[in-house]
């Protein structure tokens, strides 16, 4: 807070009304400051394809940076690979703050069932 006549700096516990003790006004300003913090979250994402790109779905996916953890809150790093040539899915969550693996799966696709899309509705 401030005298607004001199812009001497006022303890915050000076009342309304009372006049400064430099020029004698008794019109105050108050400071305000408002503070925030802004963060990115990289993410790459590759498909790789034979034939019309528009039709079918891609041979391999490929995907890795920045994911929203619903469960813990906070931002992880995700690395999956869904690879239909090979018939396999893998997944791995890092958390990047301790480099602790919170997930890991490594498994043929055709066993990755009832996720995403294909969960049963509650």
């Not at 979250?41 to 953890?69: C, F, K, M, N, Y």
């Not at 990047?96 to 490594?106: F, I, N, Q, R």
């Not at 995403?116 to 509705?121: C, L, N």
């Given at each position: ?18 006049p400064c003790p430099d020029c004698g006004a008794i019109e105050q300003v108050v400071h305000i400051v408002v503070t925030d913090t802004v963060g990115f979250h990289d993410e790459v994402r590759v498909q790789v394809r ?73």
């Amino acid at each position: 807070m401030s005298c607004a006549g001199c812009g001497r700096t006022l303890a915050a516990d000076t009342g309304s009304g009372v006049p400064c003790p430099d020029c004698g006004a008794i019109e105050q300003v108050v400071h305000i400051v408002v503070t925030d913090t802004v963060g990115f979250h990289d993410e790459v994402r590759v498909q790789v394809r034979q034939g019309d790109r528009t039709t079918g779905r891609p041979l391999v996916e490929v995907r890795s940076g920045g994911s929203w953890s619903r469960r813990l809150l906070r931002w992880m790093h995700l690395e999956r690979r869904v690879d239909r040539v090979e018939n396999r899915y893998t997944e791995r969550v890092i958390d990047p703050t301790t480099g602790e693996v919170v997930h890991e799966a490594d498994h043929a696709l055709s066993d990755h069932r009832g996720h995403g899309s294909a969960r049963g509705k509650v």
